[in-house]
């Protein structure tokens, strides 16, 4: 496994899709057991901080790719249409939570929220 990407609704219920797609990214990436469930703690965080932003995503898109001994993921939010004004958030929980499970995290936003979450973990080479 180079790379892997996929597309799912921006709806909870999906985000035990992408949930269990990281489990399957983990096995091939050869990340230990404790390693693949701490990737996919942070992965529910970023999911449920890209669900509730002020402007609404549609999807969500999860990129993982091995480069280099780290596994590389990304999720991030296609959002819909909109004019309005937004107020920025704080997403400093969010960050802080996804921080303790992985070893890098970069949040990107604007001022209607977060759109991206990219974290890496360190990944055995087979």
């Given at each position: ?5 996929m ?51 549609t ?44 070893t ?23």
């Open positions: 496994m180079n790379q892997m990407t597309s799912v609704p921006a709806k909870q219920e999906w985000g035990l899709v992408v949930h269990s797609a990281l489990q399957g990214v983990g096995v091939l990436a050869n990340l230990s057991v404790d390693m693949i469930e701490d990737l996919r703690t942070a992965c529910d965080e970023a999911f449920d901080l890209l669900t509730h932003q002020v402007r609404a995503a999807h969500i898109v999860l990129h993982c790719a091995l480069e280099e001994g780290l596994l590389n993921v990304c999720l991030r939010a296609e959002r819909a249409q909109c004019t309005q004004q937004c107020e920025p958030m704080d997403p400093e929980v969010s960050h802080l939570i996804i921080g303790t499970f992985v890098d995290v970069h949040l990107e936003g604007d001022s209607c929220g977060i759109y991206s979450v990219k974290m890496s973990v360190p990944a055995a080479t087979a």
